[in-house]
């Protein structure tokens, strides 16, 4: 039985789950949180950090801190219990819990009176966004069958790119125009309307509902009854399986350059090329417009090569060549001394680290039975995050300033190279 919203009844419930107009209406507000999510998470953040740098005397190491650790700890930890309360309760109400408490977290760090209560609030943003995906990937598995579901995880997953794109617009204008103080309130507040939404308009599908009209539709409809598994049962379950740990390591990995560049890109603009705010916010979001074709790629490559080639192991492919591809790119991103070099080489690393999202999430939900669909992305998004995000914003910083006895200014783009060479594993 669905988990209907106040003010709808059975009968509107049904259509409404059997209507594709509406799948992408649910797929299109999780789109949207998921854009809140990552401009809260690190877009307006970078843009950000040299005024909090100068405000609160931080080292680079400190903000590297501030962009990862408290982030990726919290993140890691707490996306698994939220993940279990999705598996068994109503994700929609999860969601919606989430991104309140990361949203109204995001605006209290523009009243951060020092470092730790900066630091402290960053910590409340980790809790609320270790909520947003883990329901967010189950809704969408239910909603959509399994030869959409590449396409609607990058649909889902141009969340990063966009709202990236967005969060560098819209902070660094507002940085410029109303300080760093005023920029945390402006970008954090409109997701409490966002939580009101999806608490309001989206219908909690039966579990496994997508699967049930295929052929194995009576084992779908019989797994969906079973009890949520215990999540060291789904570890185990997941663990045993070579394809998940690969995913998992490779994830992460990757992540450690993806989540470095997030947090220092805008820094490595304004210290190198001599940018403002508004001019790096300006690039970069333009750049990260290029990565949402790359993500959006991603999904839609994978899921027409496994189809034509009859094999799924096209998923990890296309992500795995793709991040190879981008490492000679991210040389030219951050040694050329020529911006006319620069831009077209950031777009093109841009495109191809933003491949992996949509097959990795699809792959994860395909592995994963029905009832265990939030805790493996949980489980997944804790490998990822606690070693891209607890590793890469900190090594960047910690090599920064190494380097900048000798590098000077040009320290931070020593220590992007560095970092991201992790890609070649």
């Not at 994830?251 to 560049?261: I, T």
């Not at 591809?325 to 950031?346: C, D, E, G, I, R």
């Amino acid at each position: 039985m669905a988990d209907v919203p106040s003010g709808r009844t059975e009968e509107n419930t049904s259509a409404l789950l059997t209507a594709r107009w509406y799948w992408y209406y649910v797929l299109g507000l999780l789109f949207l949180s998921y854009v809140l999510n990552t401009m809260d998470r690190s877009a307006v953040l970078s843009l950000l950090l040299q005024s909090i740098k100068k405000e609160f005397g931080a080292s680079d190491f400190q903000l590297g801190l501030l962009g990862g650790i408290p982030f990726a700890f919290f993140y890691a930890f707490l996306g698994i219990p939220l993940a279990m309360w999705a598996d068994r309760s109503s994700r929609r109400m999860v969601l919606a819990f989430s991104i309140a408490t990361w949203s109204g977290m995001t605006a209290v760090c523009g009243l951060a009176v020092n470092f730790l209560m900066l630091f402290g609030a960053r910590v409340g943003v980790a809790i609320g966004e270790a909520g947003g995906s883990p329901p967010s990937h189950s809704l969408i598995s239910d909603y959509f069958p399994k030869n959409l579901r590449g396409t609607a995880f990058s649909i889902f997953a141009l969340g990063v790119p966009i709202g990236t794109s967005l969060g560098n617009f819209i902070g660094g204008w507002s940085h410029d125009t109303f300080g760093w103080r005023a920029t945390f309130l402006i970008v954090g507040l409109p997701g409490l309307l966002v939580a009101l939404l999806v608490r309001a308009t989206i219908v909690e599908p039966p579990r496994g509902f997508s699967d049930r009209a295929g052929s194995g539709g009576t084992q779908a409809q019989a797994a969906s009854k079973a009890p949520a598994p215990p999540v060291f049962e789904v570890l185990s379950f997941l663990w045993r399986k070579a394809s998940f740990r690969h995913l998992s390591l490779a994830a992460a990995l990757h992540s450690v350059a993806w989540y470095a560049g997030s947090v220092f890109n805008a820094a490595f603009l304004i210290r190198s090329h001599g940018m403002s705010a508004t001019q790096a916010g300006f690039w970069l979001g333009i750049i990260a417009a290029v990565a949402g074709l790359g993500t959006f790629f991603g999904g839609f490559a994978a899921d027409r090569l496994s189809a034509s080639r009859k094999d799924r192991r096209w998923y990890v492919w296309v992500p795995g060549m793709a991040t190879l591809a981008m490492v000679p790119f991210q040389f030219l991103t951050y040694l050329s001394p020529s911006f006319a070099l620069v831009v077209p080489a950031f777009m093109a690393m841009m495109f191809l680290a933003a491949v992996f999202f949509g097959p990795s999430f699809a792959m994860t939900q395909a592995l994963a039975a029905l009832r265990m669909r939030s805790v493996a992305t949980s489980l997944l998004l804790f490998v990822q995050t606690l070693i891209g995000f607890g590793i890469g914003p900190a090594a960047v910083g910690f090599f920064s300033d190494l380097f900048e006895p000798t590098r000077g200014t040009d320290a931070l783009r020593y220590a992007l190279v560095v970092v991201g060479l992790v890609n070649v594993w």
